[in-house]
C-alpha cells in the first residue's frame, strides 16, 4: 500500500512539475513580442553600438554601469537586437533563476512540492505581473546573482571545510552584482555580513582568523569582474570617465537635481504591493511565524536581510523611486512566500492559515488568468504578433508611445528628406523605427537627469556632429533648460509639430 501511494505522489509530483515549468514558459512566450520600452530601446541601441566596436562613455554616454549593456549586448548577440530578441533572452533568464531556485531549494521544505512551485513564484509571478516599461531592468535582472551569492554563502554555512570555494564564489557574483549598480554595495556586505556573523556565533571561529580566512576569498572573488573592466577602461583611457559615470555623477545628481515627491515612493510601494499582495501576504505570515516560534534558519536570514536591505536601496534613490526598483524584491518575497506555505501546512498549524494559502494561491492564479485574458485580447484585436506589421499593431495597443512615434517619424521617413543620423530628447524608439541611428554620444532619453554641464556639452556635440533633424518630445521640455532652446534657434528651424512632439530641421 505503502509502495502504490508512493508512486502515486511521485507521479503527482512529476506532472505538477511539468505543469508549472508549461505555465512560465507559456507566460514567458506571451512577453516576447511586448513593447520594448525607453529605457530598454537605450540599453539595446548602446549595445548594439557597442558591438560594433563603439566605446562605453565616449561613443555612447549613459548614467548606468557597464553590467546592463553586457547583458543587452550578450542578448543582442544571441537573438538580435531586437525588442523580440531582448525579451526571448529575458525569458530564458528569468527561467534560470527559476531553475536554481527549484534545484537549490528542493530539499528544504518539508514538502517537497512546495519547490516545485518556486519557478511559478518567481519567474511566473514577473512575467504575468510586470509592465512592458519594467521588463528587462537592472533590478529584476539581479535577481540570479544575488541569489548565487546567497546560495553560495549559505554553502559555505553548510560545509566549513569548502567554505574558500564557497565563498570564492560568492565574491565573483558580488563583483558582477557591483557593474549593475554601485548602489548594491550595502546590500551585498550585509548578505556577507550574516555568513561572517554566522561564523563567529554559530561555528565559534576566533575573530582574527574568520576576518581573514572569509574575507579573504570574498575580495578575490570580487576582483575576477572588477579587473578585467578595470583594464579595458584603462586601456582605453576612459577610466576616468568611467570613475565619472559610476562614482561622481551619482553625488551630483543628489547635490543639484530635484528630489522626487514623496508621494511617489508610496505610489510605487500601494503598486508593488496590489500586484503582489498574494505573495506579500504569504511572505509576512512567514516572518513573523518564524519570529514568534524562534525557528529562524540561515537562509530565511538571508532572505529577510536581502528584503530589509533592499527597501532602504530603494528609498534611498529618491531621483529614481521608479515601481521597478521593487523587483529587486521578488527573489526573497517568493523563497519567503514558500515558506509561508510550509509553515502554514504544518500540523500543528492553525486551520485559518490553509485558508490563507489557498486564497493566496487562488489570487496568483486569478492574476495568471487576466494576465493571460488581457494579452490575448489584445492579439485578437491586432492579430497575432507574427510579422512586423501585426507585432507593431499590437505593440501599439499596450503603449501610448509607440503610435506617437510611429506617426512622428513619418516626417523623417518621407521621400527627400535629408539621410543621416538624427537627435531626439526624449524616446529613443524613434531611432528604431525611423531606422536611423543617434547623432552624437549623450543620449537625450535622460534629460531628467542631466546636469547643466552636460546640456552644454550636447550644445557643443550638436554643433560639430549637425544631424540635419532633432526632435524633442513634449514631456521632456520642462527638463530642458532655457539655454539650450537659445541654441536651438540658431541652428534648427521648427519643421513639422506632432501630437507628441515637434521635428527641428538644420538650417
Known amino acids: 500500500m505503502n509502495v502504490v501511494n508512493s508512486n502515486k505522489d511521485q507521479f503527482l509530483l512529476r506532472y505538477g512539475e511539468i505543469l508549472v515549468i508549461a505555465i512560465v514558459i507559456f507566460l514567458a512566450l506571451l512577453r516576447v513580442p511586448a513593447p520594448f520600452w525607453v529605457d530598454q530601446v537605450a540599453f539595446m541601441l548602446y549595445a548594439e553600438q557597442f558591438a560594433k566596436g563603439a566605446l562605453l562613455y565616449r561613443d555612447f554616454w549613459d548614467v548606468k554601469p557597464p553590467g546592463i549593456f553586457g547583458v543587452y549586448l550578450i542578448a543582442g548577440k544571441l537573438f538580435g537586437f531586437t525588442g523580440v530578441g531582448m525579451h526571448l533572452f529575458d525569458g530564458l533568464w528569468m527561467i534560470a533563476l527559476a531553475t536554481m531556485l527549484r534545484l537549490t531549494l528542493a530539499q528544504y521544505f518539508t514538502r517537497s512540492w512546495i519547490a516545485i512551485l518556486l519557478p511559478w513564484l518567481s519567474a511566473g509571478v514577473y512575467f504575468s505581473l510586470i509592465d512592458p516599461d519594467e521588463q528587462m531592468q537592472v533590478e529584476s535582472l539581479i535577481g540570479l546573482p544575488m541569489y548565487t551569492l546567497v546560495w553560495c554563502t549559505w554553502q559555505a554555512a553548510q560545509y566549513p571545510k569548502t567554505r574558500w570555494r564557497w565563498l570564492f564564489l560568492s565574491g565573483i557574483a558580488g563583483g558582477i552584482i557591483l557593474l549593475f549598480k554601485l548602489i548594491f554595495l550595502p546590500l551585498i556586505v550585509g548578505l ?16 582574527v582568523g574568520a576576518v581573514v580566512h572569509n574575507v579573504i576569498p570574498v575580495l578575490l572573488g570580487i576582483s575576477m569582474p572588477l579587473i578585467p573592466v578595470l583594464l579595458y577602461w584603462a586601456s582605453t583611457g576612459m577610466l576616468g570617465e568611467a570613475f565619472y559615470t559610476m562614482v561622481q555623477h551619482p553625488v551630483l545628481m543628489v547635490k543639484n537635481l530635484p528630489k522626487k515627491p514623496f508621494p511617489t515612493l508610496i505610489r510605487s510601494i500601494f503598486s508593488w504591493f496590489q500586484r503582489f499582495a498574494p505573495l506579500t501576504v504569504l511572505s509576512v505570515f512567514a516572518i513573523v511565524q518564524m519570529l514568534r516560534t524562534k525557528k529562524l534558519d540561515y537562509l530565511m536570514v538571508q532572505m529577510i536581510v536581502w528584503l530589509g536591505l533592499g527597501l532602504l536601496t530603494i528609498s534611498i534613490q529618491t531621483q529614481s523611486w521608479w515601481r521597478y526598483h521593487f523587483f529587486l524584491l521578488l527573489v526573497p518575497i517568493a523563497v519567503l512566500a514558500a515558506k509561508g506555505i510550509d509553515l502554514a501546512l504544518q500540523s500543528q498549524a492553525r486551520r485559518w492559515n490553509r485558508g490563507l494559502v489557498a486564497a493566496c494561491l487562488l489570487g496568483l492564479v486569478g492574476f495568471n488568468v487576466l494576465a493571460v485574458g488581457n494579452t490575448s485580447m489584445a492579439m485578437a484585436r491586432s492579430g497575432l504578433p507574427l510579422t512586423s506589421e501585426t507585432q507593431l499593431a499590437y505593440q501599439t495597443q499596450l503603449a501610448p508611445n509607440y503610435a506617437l512615434a510611429e506617426e512622428a517619424v513619418k516626417f523623417v521617413n ?45 550644445q557643443a556635440q550638436l554643433k560639430a556632429a549637425r544631424p540635419p533633424y532633432l526632435y524633442i518630445v513634449n514631456n521632456d521640455v520642462p527638463y530642458i533648460p532655457v539655454e539650450f532652446f537659445e541654441f536651438l534657434k540658431q541652428m534648427y528651424s521648427p519643421a513639422q509639430k506632432t501630437i507628441g512632439g515637434t521635428w527641428y530641421e538644420i538650417k
Open 192 to 207: 556577507w555580513l550574516v555568513y561572517l556573523f554566522h561564523a563567529l556565533i554559530k561555528q565559534n571561529q576566533p575573530w
Open 414 to 458: 518621407e521621400p527627400g528628406r535629408k539621410p543621416g543620423p538624427m537627435y531626439v530628447i526624449g524616446d529613443p524608439t524613434f531611432y528604431v523605427l525611423a531606422n536611423r541611428t543617434q547623432a552624437i554620444p549623450l543620449l537625450g532619453t535622460i534629460s531628467a537627469i542631466l546636469l547643466p554641464n552636460q546640456w552644454t556639452l550636447i
